[in-house]
């Protein structure tokens, strides 16, 4: 297939292709006329690249998962260089979640301590007022 059929049916650019294939990637195999020209084994490539930067993975944290599709492998992550990707990965995942915790935990704790503030200040709130004019309620 051309390469306008094959980012049809991953659902990229050609554009996005040739960038794959100047990366190596993407192999860049050419007819005689000099078009790009693809299987079914790369668009299985691109649906792993595409699958792991759905889920966050950058360009480059994929190769070990193309490499070993291209290896023979039925599976993008049944080869150790895959393995220890999604190790690093989770990782990083981990502390993410570590500080967005910390994070929440403060805001909440602010949260609080505001609506502990507001109520010592105004018992039973404000005199409600109509935000469209007039009188008050």
């Known amino acids: 297939m051309r390469i306008g059929e094959l980012a049809a049916r991953a659902g990229t650019t050609t554009r996005t292709l040739r960038y794959y294939e100047s990366r190596g990637l993407l192999p860049a195999r050419r007819t005689g006329n000099g078009y790009r020209t693809y299987d079914e084994s790369d668009l299985r490539l691109l649906r792993q690249i595409r699958t792991l930067q ?3 993975f950058d360009l480059e944290e994929t190769r070990p998962f193309v ?6 492998h039925p599976e993008g992550d049944s080869c150790p260089a895959s393995l220890a990707v999604y190790r690093r990965k989770l990782g990083e995942l981990d502390s993410l979640i570590g500080e967005l915790t910390t994070v929440r935990d403060t805001v909440a ?7 502990l503030a507001a109520e010592a200040e105004v018992p039973g709130g404000p005199e409600p007022v109509c935000e469209l004019g007039g009188d008050p309620w």
Request: charged share 40%.
């Open 109 to 115: 704790r602010q949260l609080a301590r505001a609506e």
């Open 54 to 56: 759905d889920f966050g």
């Open 67 to 72: 490499e070993c599709l291209r290896a023979g």
